[in-house]
């Protein structure tokens, strides 16, 4: 069993910058991939960035590829998700999700355990 929290979210505004964490607890934190997920109000949730277990891996949806980068320390259980130029398409509920396999996938079924999420409101 994997429990995640996230953290970071807020309120910024358009062009700002915003660094989302998510601890993970348990020891086996190092062989799962992880990723972010987000929801909109009235949307379906989507995938937005995933890297494998050994962190040499990485996966963007590409509304994101070049503002967002996703990072990982096994160290500190704990993955990472930099958000650089954030627009107002951005704003959304944040999910980080651990996935058994280790590998960096995008579809949601991928993922075995999901966090409470945190909120990223962007304002223009």
């Known amino acids: 069993q994997v429990q995640l929290v996230e953290s970071g979210g807020g309120l910024v505004q358009a062009g700002g910058s915003l660094r989302l964490s998510c601890a993970a607890s348990?020891?086996?934190?190092?062989?799962?991939?992880m990723g972010w997920f987000r929801q909109a109000p009235g949307k379906e949730r989507e995938f937005v960035a995933a890297?494998?277990?050994?962190?040499?891996?990485?996966v963007y949806t590409d509304s994101v590829k070049g503002r967002f980068t996703i990072s990982r320390d096994n160290a500190k259980n704990t993955v990472y998700l930099q958000m650089n130029s954030l627009k107002p398409e951005d704003t959304a509920v944040y999910y980080c999700?651990?996935?058994?396999?280790?590998?960096?996938?995008?579809?949601?079924?991928?993922?075995?355990?999901w966090g409470q999420g945190t909120q990223v409101t962007v304002s223009s």
């Open positions: 348990g020891r086996t934190f190092s062989s799962y991939a």
């Open positions: 999700a651990a996935g058994r396999t280790g590998w960096a996938r995008v579809p949601l079924t991928e993922y075995n355990y």
């Open positions: 890297i494998n277990w050994t962190g040499r891996t990485t």
